[in-house]
């Protein structure tokens, strides 16, 4: 399976942006479809953002619409999270995760996902 590492979590005033990167490492790296998750201290894991191998299709969590971006270099095998705008109800937990494809909404559920990374701290302070 593809391994996965995120950097570029901090601590950021509201208002402010952060950028994530995930790095994917293994056979067919780049042929993965992937997501971003956070969980925040007693909520379950959700959803923030996904894209298909290509690139040309993405999808968002209404909370992050309009404020967030994921993109992804195929070439570099990295996947990236671009966080504008930072509310404070955006401090999580922030995962990486790789799926073989998306059929329908199921971008959306853990479970769609074979691979995750250890994640990547986000404070947004008031």
């Known amino acids: 399976q593809v391994q996965l590492v995120e950097s570029g979590g901090g601590l950021v005033q509201a208002g402010g942006s952060l950028r994530l990167s995930c790095a994917a490492s293994?056979?067919?790296?780049?042929?993965?479809?992937m997501g971003w998750f956070r969980q925040a201290p007693g909520k379950e894991r959700e959803f923030v953002a996904a894209?298909?191998?290509?690139?040309?299709?993405?999808y968002y969590a209404d909370s992050v619409k309009g404020r967030f971006a994921i993109s992804r270099d195929n070439a570099k095998n990295t996947v990236y999270l671009q966080m504008n705008s930072l509310k404070p109800e955006d401090t999580a937990v922030y995962y990486c995760?790789?799926?073989?494809?998306?059929?329908?909404?199921?971008?959306?559920?853990?479970?769609?996902?074979?691979?995750w990374g250890h994640g990547t701290q986000v404070t947004v302070s008031s």
């Open positions: 995760a790789a799926a073989r494809g998306f059929r329908g909404g199921s971008y959306y559920y853990r479970d769609t996902y074979d691979s």
């Open positions: 894209i298909r191998w290509s690139g040309s299709i993405t």
């Open positions: 293994g056979r067919t790296a780049s042929s993965y479809a």
